[in-house]
T-cell receptor, first 110, second 116 residues
Framework: QKEVEQNSGPLSVPEGAIASLNCTYSDRGSQSFFWYRQYSGKSPELIMSIYSNGDKEDGRFTAQLNKASQYVSLLIRDSQPSDSATYLCAVKTSYDKVIFGPGTSLSVIP | GAVVSQHPSWVICKSGTSVKIECRSLDFQATTMFWYRQFPKQSLMLMATSNEGSKATYEQGVEKDKFLINHASLTLSTLTVTSAHPEDSSFYIC????????????FGSGTQLSVL
């Protein structure tokens, strides 16, 4: 089992719709969770971090964490073409390393 | 967010030569930096953890004698790819750990290495 897994893409949504990205992790002792956005040829850009169970909202983005289910998600409301990118889920494991998932490619269709 | 400066942005070198990549934290002190490698259409793979003033910790399968990491100060970590070969061609990215209320990772802009 891979340490961090994400729903396979690519994911296509129409402009204005909600995009839902999912991530599961294997290390139950993980405490910190991150969502990054990466454009082709660029380094990752931090979108959100979440550390406790529940929802965390920041503008059009909402991160959800459920440690019991070892699941973290990212919702993007009112998706825009500029949101088209690869979204990376990252988890800080109990052995103090930040491990990335394989990424989900999102396309927002105008 | 915190600024991490990485140089060079891209480098082309001949097989057998060495290449040094620098990663600097500009407005904060980074006791820990991480080095990742990313092949096309793949995710980031952690290569090593660099701690200021001590030896780096390498991930399984990463040759420490080939990928030399130095973290001599709180604002600078370097990765040297020694005797580079075409299979070392990749996107190398450094990141710095920042503690502001909670822990976050901020990334440098990355270095695209092409070995001919």
């Amino acid at each position: 089992q891979k340490e961090v897994e994400q729903n396979s893409g690519p994911l296509s949504v129409p402009e204005g719709a909600i995009a839902s990205l999912n991530c599961t992790y294997s290390d139950r002792g993980s405490q910190s969770f991150f969502w990054y956005r990466q454009y082709s040829g660029k380094s990752p850009e931090l979108i959100m971090s979440i550390y406790s169970n529940g929802d965390k909202e920041d503008g059009r983005f909402t991160a959800q964490l459920n440690k019991a289910s070892q699941y973290v998600s990212l919702l993007i409301r009112d998706s825009q073409p500029s949101d088209s990118a690869t979204y990376l889920c990252a988890v800080k494991t109990s052995y103090d390393k930040v491990i990335f998932g394989p990424g989900t490619s999102l396309s927002v269709i105008p | 967010g915190a600024v991490v400066s990485q140089h060079p942005s891209w480098v082309i070198c001949k097989s057998g030569t060495s290449v040094k990549i620098e990663c600097r934290s500009l407005d904060f002190q980074a006791t820990t930096m991480f080095w990742y490698r990313q092949f096309p259409k793949q995710s980031l793979m952690l290569m090593a953890t660099s701690n200021e003033g001590s030896k780096a910790t390498y991930e399984q399968g990463v040759e420490k004698d080939k990928f030399l990491i130095n973290h001599a100060s709180l604002t600078l970590s370097t990765l040297t790819v020694t005797s580079a070969h075409p299979e070392d061609s990749s996107f190398y990215i450094c990141s710095a750990r920042v503690f502001t209320h909670n822990e976050k990772l901020f990334f440098g802009s990355g270095t695209q290495l092409s070995v001919l």
